[in-house]
């Protein structure tokens, strides 16, 4: 099971900081990372990092604003937005990917969280 939390309504140029953690049971993971879906648009990558390596990866509309991190020890991932703008309202998508492939695309998605909004007024 995946928990994510800490989306919320931020005014242009504000930060939130969401939370996903992986609980209920052990799965192996290869990744975890965050996707976001805007009303009417297709479920998009936004960032990823490896769960052993450390590798991080982001979509070319998020580097420099957004952080992505982990704690092995709590299973749970992070994303840090910084400098946020009106176009990354979406509901954010928490993602733990098992085996090597495309991250950034969502058919290689083994689990998704339930997601949380994020809402950026202009």
């Known amino acids: 099971q995946l928990q994510a939390s800490g989306g919320g309504l931020v005014q242009a140029g504000g930060s939130l900081r969401l939370s996903c953690a992986a609980s209920g049971g052990t799965f192996s993971t290869y990744r975890m990372g965050w996707f976001r879906q805007a009303p009417g648009q297709e479920r998009e990558f936004v960032a990823t990092?490896?769960?052993?390596?450390?590798?991080?990866y982001y979509a070319d509309s998020v580097t420099g604003r957004f952080t992505i991190s982990r704690d092995n020890a709590k299973n749970t991932v992070y994303l840090q937005m910084n400098s946020l703008k009106p176009e990354d309202t979406a509901v954010y998508y928490c993602?733990?990917?098992?085996?090597?492939?495309?991250?950034?695309?969502?058919?290689?998605?083994?689990?998704w969280g339930k997601g949380t909004l994020v809402t950026v007024s202009s």
């Open positions: 993602a733990v990917i098992r085996r090597v492939g495309d991250y950034s695309d969502s058919k290689s998605v083994d689990y």
């Open positions: 990092i490896s769960w052993v390596t450390g590798r991080i």
